[in-house]
């Protein structure tokens, strides 16, 4: 049985560096972050239409990683940071991904203790605007009841931290 890991939270906080050091500890596989992927892809202009593609390209990386059966996946968000970017950018949840429910054994959340560094998909750069999104990304985890766990640090401070939450729940 695949034990599924995702990093979950604000922009800018780790999460694509901290995946494929874990996967990588782990002996697991990573599934990248797809809306980044779109986003460099089609800009930053997101509307209904692009958030629901990035839902569905979510859902069809992780299911072709989960078909290869591995021991760990961990991957670098999905639908549930998905539906965060929706309440920051249209104002309300889609429907689409309230109903989805193919959700992660652990979500982990990188603290924002790391500088923000744009990279040209970022939207939320202000310390105002990263805490709305942190608030909105956890937002999504707490009205489902999913286990999370903060991960803080830096360098292999960080990783450290994440296997303790791992540990901690029981996965390891």
Do not use: C
């Amino acid at each position: 049985m695949t034990r599924h890991i995702v990093l979950h939270g604000a922009e800018s906080t780790g999460k694509s560096t901290l995946a494929p050091r874990l996967a990588l500890r782990l002996g697991g596989l990573v599934v990248p972050e797809y809306g980044r992927t779109y986003a460099e892809a089609n800009g930053t202009e997101f509307d209904e239409i692009d958030l629901l593609a990035i839902f569905d390209g979510h859902r069809a990386a992780t299911r072709a990683a989960l078909a290869q059966q591995p021991d760990w996946l961990v991957s670098d968000t999905d639908p549930l940071m998905t539906q965060a970017w929706a309440v920051m950018l249209l104002g309300r949840r889609l429907p689409e991904i309230d109903h989805w429910d193919e959700t992660a054994d652990l979500y982990l959340v990188p603290a924002m203790d790391l500088p923000w560094q744009e990279d040209g998909t970022r939207l939320f750069g202000s310390d105002l605007a990263r805490r709305q999104f942190m608030e909105a990304s956890i937002g999504e985890l707490d009205r489902r009841g999913l286990r999370w766990a903060w991960v803080t640090g830096d360098g292999n401070d960080r990783i450290d931290s994440a296997f303790a939450a791992i540990r901690a729940a029981g996965l390891l």
